[in-house]
């Protein structure tokens, strides 16, 4: 899969904001990276199943899920290879991993298919 490092999360109360970066970079598997079809954030809390947060295409549309509506925001740089997360209004119960994905990238060695990122905590305290 191509790489991808997530950065940004952290500790926060409640009402804070933060803001997440997704970068891709090349991989042995991948070699240089042309282009990437979607980009998303998912996430996940304990003992529950992972869940998308919101997700954009290369030309910038973009899909929230409901929980987030309003409060965050998806954008990207195809330039850089890299999506963001603005996280506004922060809540409790957004305490999660939240993950990077990338749907589709063209490389040099051909497409790569759902790449993800390791990870980034976000914890919201009360």
């Known amino acids: 899969q191509v790489q991808l490092v997530e950065s940004g999360g952290g500790l926060v109360q409640a009402g804070g904001s933060l803001r997440l970066s997704c970068a891709a970079s090349?991989?042995?598997?991948?070699?240089?990276?042309?282009?990437?079809?979607?980009m998303g954030w998912y996430r996940q809390a304990p003992g529950k199943q992972r869940e998308l947060v919101a997700d954009i295409t290369s030309g910038g549309d973009t899909n929230y899920a409901d929980f987030v509506k309003g409060r965050f925001t998806i954008s990207r740089d195809n330039a850089k290879n890299t999506v963001y997360l603005q996280m506004n209004s922060l809540k409790p119960e957004d305490t999660a991993v939240y993950y990077c994905?990338?749907?589709?990238?063209?490389?040099?060695?051909?497409?790569?298919?759902?790449?993800w990122g390791q990870g980034t905590q976000v914890t919201v305290s009360s």
């Open positions: 090349r991989s042995a598997a991948s070699g240089s990276i042309y282009s990437i079809g979607a």
């Open positions: 994905n990338a749907d589709r990238a063209a490389t040099q060695r051909g497409p790569i298919f759902d790449s």
